[in-house]
């Protein structure tokens, strides 16, 4: 039984204005990813590509831990892109044979009422093939329990935007040294790509 589970998560959160403006801070792709997610669980692929190993996530009587490859690029207005560009689930090769993520996500500056915000938004679509054990689930309670689990890895991630990004951005806003990003760090103005 194949099953569609989607979530949606959108922010504007007001950023207190530092010495230097938040458009710099938003071109440092590793900064932003160690901010957005646990650091020990990242791994820096190439310049734009992250592979995050998520905590195990349990859905009914199924535990999975998902790896994703996410790619963050920066374009030409300064808004921010991520894009998930694989998965793979750890621990249950039935799943990970039977298993779909994508995950789309952008945020940019802007100025509302005068002061810098960050707005954006977050699409988290899954689809997998239960195992048969599982399909004499009503297919409502299914799909509210995956709907439920999606919205709150992107809650997860909102909090986290939240508080940590605005916390790192003070604190590299403030301190020069931190400001020069290590060579291949920069985010430069790539083209969307699959």
């Known amino acids: 039984m194949n099953v569609q589970f989607n979530a949606s998560q959108s922010v504007c959160l007001a950023v207190p ?14 900064r932003l990813i160690r901010a ?7 791994e820096q692929l190439s310049p734009e590509v992250f592979r995050l190993k998520m905590r195990s996530l349990s859905f009914m009587m199924i ?10 690029w920066g ?38 009422d005068d002061k810098p915000h960050l ?13 048969p054990p599982l399909w004499l689930t009503p297919r409502p309670i299914l799909e509210a329990t995956g709907n439920g689990l999606l919205q709150s890895v992107l809650l997860t991630i909102k909090q986290r935007l939240m508080h940590q990004l605005l916390s790192d951005y003070a604190v590299w806003a403030t301190d020069p040294e931190q400001q ?3 060579q291949g760090m920069v985010l430069g103005n790539s083209p969307i790509s699959s």
Do not use: M, W
């Open 17 to 30: 204005e530092q010495s230097v403006p938040i458009q710099h801070y938003l071109r440092q792709p590793q």
């Open 180 to 182: 020069s990003a290590p």
């Open 36 to 42: 957005l997610v646990d650091p020990k669980r990242t």
């Open 63 to 72: 535990s999975v831990q998902p790896t994703v490859d996410l790619r963050l």
């Open 119 to 131: 707005v954006g938004q977050a699409d988290l679509a899954v689809g997998v093939d239960l195992p």
């Open 75 to 112: 374009s030409s207005d300064g808004t921010i892109h991520l894009r998930s560009v694989g998965c793979e689930i750890r621990g249950n090769d039935y799943i990970n044979q039977r298993f779909s993520l994508d995950l789309l996500g952008k945020l940019r500056p802007q100025i509302h």
